[in-house]
Every structure is written in C-alpha cells, then in structure tokens.
C-alpha cells in the first residue's frame, strides 16, 4: 500500500517558474526511481525527468536546460523546479515511483496528478 501525492500545480505566464513535489507514503523499504511524465487531453503521456537512488538524472530534450528534478531520500519525496515556463509545457504532470514494498517485490506507483498551466 503506497500513495503518491503530487502538489504545487497552477497557472503561470509564460517564462514564469513552478516547483512540483511528490510525496511517497506507505509501507516503502525503498524507492528506486522517481519520475515526472505530463499529459495533455488526446495525447500521449510522456517522460519528463526522472532521478535513480544513485543520483543519476535524465531529462526529454524539450525542458532540458530548463526543469530540474531532484529527491529527498529521507522522506520520499521528488521535486521538478520547473524555470521559463512555455504554453507547450501546459499539462497535467504525474508522479511515478518504482518502490521496494514491505512483504513485496518492487511495484510501479503513479499519483494522481497536479494541473500546470501556461497561459499569457
């Protein structure tokens, strides 16, 4: 049983700067990767970054130079930093987390998602 919960979503002109945070509860002995994807109404959901328990970063070609994600281990959780915001980035951005459960093997977990808009 483990719950992500994903916050700091809303509405920004464009160049503006968001920071988004996910919060990983439950019975987790570990996390191993921790990701953000973005979906829009009628397309794909997509890879935006993610982080590995090592450190190791990856990012989608169109906000490199622009997010940066980073993990506070101690208490589960992620971070997107999210600088000079364009009307293209508008989505609803998910957490994901790949977690080392108690009396389980390693399960992929998604929140619920938090609205981000780019808008003049």
């Known amino acids: 049983q483990v719950q992500l919960l994903e916050s700091g979503g809303g509405f920004v002109q464009p160049g503006g700067s968001l920071r988004l945070s996910c919060a990983a509860s439950?019975?987790?002995?570990?996390?191993?990767?921790m990701s953000w994807y973005r979906q829009d109404p009628g397309k794909e959901r997509e890879l935006v970054a993610q982080?590995?328990?090592?450190?190791?970063?990856n990012y989608s070609d169109s906000v490199k130079g622009r997010f940066t994600i980073s993990r506070a281990g101690a208490k589960n959780t992620v971070y997107l930093q999210m600088n000079n915001l364009k009307s293209e980035d508008t989505a609803v951005y998910y957490c994901?987390?790949?977690?080392?459960?108690?009396?389980?093997?390693?399960?992929?977990?998604w929140g619920q998602g938090t609205q981000v808009t780019v808008s003049s």
């Open positions: 994901n987390a790949y977690v080392t459960v108690v009396s389980a093997g390693i399960r992929a977990y």
């Open positions: 439950g019975s987790i002995l570990s996390i191993r990767v």
């Open positions: 982080i590995s328990s090592s450190g190791t970063t």
